[in-house]
């Protein structure tokens, strides 16, 4: 990296720290009125905000392209603490609607700078290729955010991103690590658009891979309690018989938003976990809370809806808050494909049992091979759905991913957003379109959510 800057912060240089960026989050979200305690700062260099590229100078030039770049900046704590990381599997989220690719990232990093003076570290895995998967998680660890961005190609289709120097494989490994790497003190991800979709197909990868390993592989005498094994053992068959046995289906009626064709069947299936939404959703659309009528051709969907009912009791979060007392919450949808209601409900109930079948054994599992278990969520919860001209369109819209620590039962959270709340409705690039005001800035609601959800989440 070139002229690496030392000191954290671009308007005040050296004296940004994670309560002056805790701080300012929380004034933009506070009100949608009340200035930028930066103003004065602003006036002298928001210019350079929107005149500089990714890896054309300050604030722009944190960007990992080698593995002796990711040592190099490992060897920089302070600047990793005071910085989110923006993880890049693709070169552009899409094309907007005058034309333009979209390179969603460069607004993320454009915002947190403007808004809290907080820097950006950016790995755009399409151009770097597989890095080192243990420097990487552990300068992501111990950042202050991670962001896993948008990208055109599909997961549905590994041949989508031939072209890019990341495989799909190799993303959804990525993910899965960094859905495990959510431990105490560590960064909190929120994963965006193909983000969103990579990580509702590496929860069910997780899920699978969990259960065939203790079916095939754990051993009694691995846990010493008989009762808790046989409990343990029975409660992966139930997770492998449901998994396999689940099928996804879409809505074929514009009238109704009862589901009749079924479009994936078991957790095997390449569409299981993410498939073609029935209709494409570009631009603004609005925010409702997630619900369900019950009415399914899955005989298991029942257990997974009224399980996640009891999820979203236990966990009234952010993302719910917002939208119960906002009101009619007006987001940016930017995609095709979509996450599947059924694969959520049912890697939510999954983690559930999986959580309560380990509590118990815990210290034994600890202690063995399969020890990393413990590092799974213990819930994943549908936070809402989007509606256009008053037609259910996709229903997970957002997630809340939870971790209980077992010792402590304290709380941590990730998210996953279909939507992209870093874009406007114009779905520019602000180094395209022009930094808007702090004032435009702080009455968007997707901005709003966004920095909510960053505020809140990196003091769990």
């Not at 701080?23 to 200035?35: A, E, K, Q, V």
């Not at 995609?335 to 999986?354: P, Q, R």
Request: aromatic fraction near 8%; proline fraction near 4%; charged fraction near 25%.
């Amino acid at each position: 990296m070139k002229n690496l800057r030392k000191d954290s912060g671009f308007f005040r240089p050296g004296l940004s720290n994670f309560s002056s960026i805790q701080t300012l989050f929380g004034d933009f979200i506070n009100d949608r009125t009340s200035p930028s305690l930066l103003k004065n700062y602003h006036d002298e260099k928001s210019k350079i905000l929107t005149e500089k590229k990714w890896d054309n100078g300050a604030p722009y030039e944190r960007v990992i392209e080698t593995n002796e770049d990711l040592k190099e900046i490992i060897q920089n704590p302070n600047i990793i603490k005071n910085s989110i990381c923006i993880i890049e599997p693709a070169d552009h989220v899409g094309k907007n609607l005058i034309g333009e690719d979209v390179r969603a990232s460069s607004n993320i990093a454009s915002l947190c700078q403007f808004i809290s003076d907080c820097d950006s570290i950016l790995i755009p895995l399409w151009k770097t290729g597989k890095l080192d998967n243990k420097l990487l998680i552990d300068l992501l660890q111990n950042s202050l955010a991670v962001f896993v961005e948008g990208g055109h190609p599909t997961v549905k289709d590994a041949n989508s991103f031939k072209g890019l120097n990341i495989s799909l494989d190799e993303l959804q490994e990525l993910t899965e690590e960094l859905i495990l790497s959510r431990g105490l003190k560590t960064a909190p991800s929120i994963f965006i658009c193909l983000g969103h979709q990579l990580a509702a197909q590496a929860h069910i990868r997780l899920i699978k891979k969990a259960a065939n390993q203790i079916v095939n592989l754990m051993k009694p005498e691995d846990i010493c309690s008989k009762c808790h094994y046989e409990n343990l053992l029975n409660t992966c068959k139930e997770i492998i018989n449901t998994g396999e046995n689940l099928s996804i289906y879409k809505d074929d009626d514009t009238q109704d938003d009862i589901p009749e064709i079924e479009v994936a069947k078991g957790w095997d299936d390449p569409c299981f976990a993410v498939a073609l939404n029935e209709v494409p959703e570009v631009g603004q659309v609005e925010l409702l809370h997630y619900s369900h009528n019950g009415i399914h051709q899955s005989k298991d969907f029942p257990k997974l809806l009224l399980h996640h009912e009891l999820t979203s009791e236990q966990n009234v979060g952010i993302v719910e808050q917002s939208v119960t007392f906002e009101k009619n919450l007006n987001i940016v949808m930017f995609h095709s494909d979509e996450v599947n209601e059924e694969a959520i409900l049912f890697a939510n109930w999954a983690y559930g049992k999986l959580h309560n079948a380990i509590a118990p054994i815990r210290k034994n599992i600890s202690v063995s091979e399969f020890s990393w278990l413990l590092s799974l969520p213990d819930s994943i919860e549908i936070v809402c759905s989007t509606s256009a001209q008053g037609k259910l369109c996709t229903q997970v819209s957002a997630t809340c991913i939870n971790y209980t620590d077992y010792e402590t039962q304290h709380k941590r959270r990730s998210f996953t957003f279909q939507f992209h709340p870093e874009l406007l409705e114009d779905l520019r690039e602000f180094n395209k379109s022009g930094m808007p005001s702090y004032e435009k800035l702080k009455n968007d609601d997707g901005i709003r959510m966004l920095i909510r959800v960053i505020y809140e989440s990196i003091t769990d």
